[in-house]
């Protein structure tokens, strides 16, 4: 389409990509702006739940989302400090 | 009842400063009593577009913090007896401004003016937040250009959602006014037009600046475009903008440059 827009006028009219672009681009972020933290959230129950039975230091937390086409995953990276068999240990009894 | 509206757009350099100067200067010719403030704390420029930078001795900041009184700090224009300017502070940073402080200032210059126009710094940090946190309405300042129309839909999601009216479950009326316009360019399709960015934002227009010379020529003199040409499209498009404001209908049109005689037989731009 573009191309045929060249061929015929010579110069091509780039409002209409300059408007497609933001369409696509504000409908994304839009809809990011609706869940108020997600991640940030997540992160915070993830971190009270576990420091129940674990001495967790806040910072070793990591919540990360991938947006993919079909799936989206949620990777949950917590480091452990050592003594946690210990600590597993002293919860079960 | 006074009314505290927020000049805003997110990007820089599209206008904001400029915007509030002519629309505090034609609120004030229409006999409203004006104060413009600026919230840029330590990039100020509204005193500059105003012609009062040599004038300045107290600032929003030594009134927030108590060191001045708001009387000691407002500054009158001196052409326009009802338009009174705000400085932001030009040396401390951005975070000398407290919620509170505004809060206070802002609900004492509500007993003492019937326009308080909020001059926001761009971005969205603390100082653009606060400009808006008190605001009734917002006027949206937009470039039809893809940056400017983005965060110009940021900057109403916030406003939809941080402001003191947002929180009672109230809504910030709010504005776009398109400054920067190019009727011409739009035409041949090489700006977005009008349609494509109301459609876009959502937003009622307020009003469409056109690219104009005069915007430069007032700024580089010191006064609101409104003042300095007052025949000049771009002040004739700030002063319909100001009377929808008020609450008038005023037929959207974009103004043109009236070219004179001798300009026409020679082709020229009005100069």
New interface residues.
């Given amino acids: 389409m573009m191309n045929l827009l060249r061929l015929l006028g010579g ?1 091509t ?4 990509v ?2 497609e ?3 696509i ?2 409908a994304h ?2 809809g990011l ?1 609706g869940q108020p933290d997600l991640l940030g959230l997540l992160r915070a129950e993830i971190l009270a739940v576990v420091s129940r039975h674990v001495v967790l230091d806040p910072e070793k937390v990591i919540v990360r989302m991938d947006r993919g086409k079909h799936v989206s995953t949620l990777e949950v990276d917590i480091e452990v400090p050592n003594g946690f068999e210990r600590s597993i240990a002293a919860a079960a009894t | 009842m006074a009314k505290v509206l927020v000049v805003t757009s997110g990007k820089g350099g599209v206008g904001k400063t400029t915007s509030t100067a002519a629309l505090g200067a034609a609120l004030a010719q229409m006999g409203e009593k004006v104060v413009v403030v600026d919230f840029d704390v330590g990039l100020r420029n509204l005193d500059l577009v105003l012609g009062a930078e040599r004038r300045v001795v107290f600032d929003l900041i030594n009134v927030v913090q108590g060191v001045a009184k708001l009387s000691q700090a407002l500054i009158r224009d001196k052409r326009l007896d009802n338009l009174w300017l705000l400085p932001a502070s030009q040396t401390r940073d951005k975070d000398a401004l407290t919620d509170e402080g505004v809060r206070s200032v802002i609900a004492d210059l509500r007993t003492k003016f019937d326009w308080i126009l909020c001059d926001s710094p761009a971005g969205i940090e603390r100082g653009a937040t606060l400009a808006m946190r008190y605001a009734d309405e917002a006027v949206i300042v937009t470039n039809p ?2 940056s400017s ?2 965060d110009s ?2 900057i109403i ?1 916030m406003l939809d959602s941080k402001t003191v009216k947002a929180e009672r479950g109230e809504r910030v009326e709010k504005h776009v006014l398109i400054t920067r316009y190019d009727s011409a360019r ?1 035409a ?6 009008i349609e ?1 960015i109301l459609e ?1 934002l959502a937003t009622p227009l307020l009003g469409i600046i056109p690219e104009s010379q005069d915007v430069l020529r007032a700024s580089n003199v010191g006064s609101p475009v409104t003042l300095n040409n007052a025949a000049s499209a771009p002040a004739r498009a700030y002063v319909d903008a100001a009377r929808r404001l008020l609450g008038e209908a005023v037929t959207m049109t974009v103004p043109v440059e009236r070219k004179g005689l001798m300009n026409r037989l020679l082709g020229r731009r009005a100069a």
């Fill in positions: 110069r009219a780039s409002a209409p300059a408007r672009r933001l369409q681009l504000l972020e839009r702006r | 250009e893809v129309v983005r839909d940021r999601g739009a041949r399709g090489e700006m977005l037009s494509d876009i």
